[in-house]
């Protein structure tokens, strides 16, 4: 059974910070990878995917995620956030039209 | 492109009822996911529905079943309510049986058993 563990449950950061938030998975066979994220008051949006080729994804907002398979991670980054990114984000792993979430982790960005 | 469309935003029913809960899928896609999240985890994979039959089921027992139409809209059914089924239902669609490109998620059921 896959699974997404993320290590982080509430990150707080001051604007203009570097972000990194840890996801890693555990499956053995070929997956996707998905980092959703949920706005105050908004549904989940897809911030970004990777599937194949370049480990190092870009996602909307200058985000972007680096796949590494011997870690079987996935994480997160942006080099300056803003008080806008202020949300839950969750990493997820795809395979056989069955997606497994991790428990998010809640970015609050003081301004 | 319209979006994911879930109804009732938000419902309470008591336990051992019955509930429907229903989702209007993107407009394009004919896949439709439910998802459970309980408050403080993420989303649980509950099952899928392709062509208006089930396409993989999660670790939910047979109390909750599932609908999907013509039109590709798609209705969630639980019986025999507990009170463990208080959560976010949420609807996802996606193009084609497959997940590759990622979920558009409706905005949620609450739903509250008391």
């Known amino acids: 059974a896959q699974s997404v563990s993320q290590h982080n449950h509430h990150v707080i950061l001051s604007e203009a910070a570097s972000l990194e938030l840890g996801c890693n998975y555990s499956y053995g066979g070929t997956v996707n990878l998905f980092w959703y994220v949920q706005y105050p008051g908004q549904h989940l949006q897809l911030l970004l995917k990777y599937f194949s080729g370049d480990p190092l994804v870009k996602g909307i907002k200058g985000f972007e995620a680096e796949f590494i398979k011997s870690k079987f991670s996935f994480n997160l980054r942006k080099p300056s956030v803003q008080w806008s990114d202020t949300a839950e984000y969750f990493c997820a792993v795809s395979n056989a039209g069955k997606s497994t979430f991790g428990d998010g982790t809640t970015l609050t960005v003081k301004p | ?114």
């Open chain 2, 1 to 114: 492109e319209t979006g994911v469309t879930q109804s009732p935003t938000h419902l309470i029913k008591t336990r051992g009822q019955q509930v429907t809960l229903r989702c209007s899928s993107q407009s394009g896609h004919n896949t439709v996911s439910w998802y459970q999240q309980a408050l403080g985890q993420g989303p649980q994979f509950i099952f899928q529905y392709y062509r208006e039959e089930e396409n993989g089921r999660g670790n939910f027992p047979p109390r909750f079943s599932g609908l999907q139409f013509p039109n590709y809209s798609s209705e969630l059914n639980v019986n025999a309510l507990e009170l463990d089924d208080s959560a976010l239902y949420l609807c996802a669609s996606s193009p084609e049986g497959g997940t590759e490109g990622g979920y558009t998620f409706g905005s949620g059921t609450r739903l509250t058993v008391v």
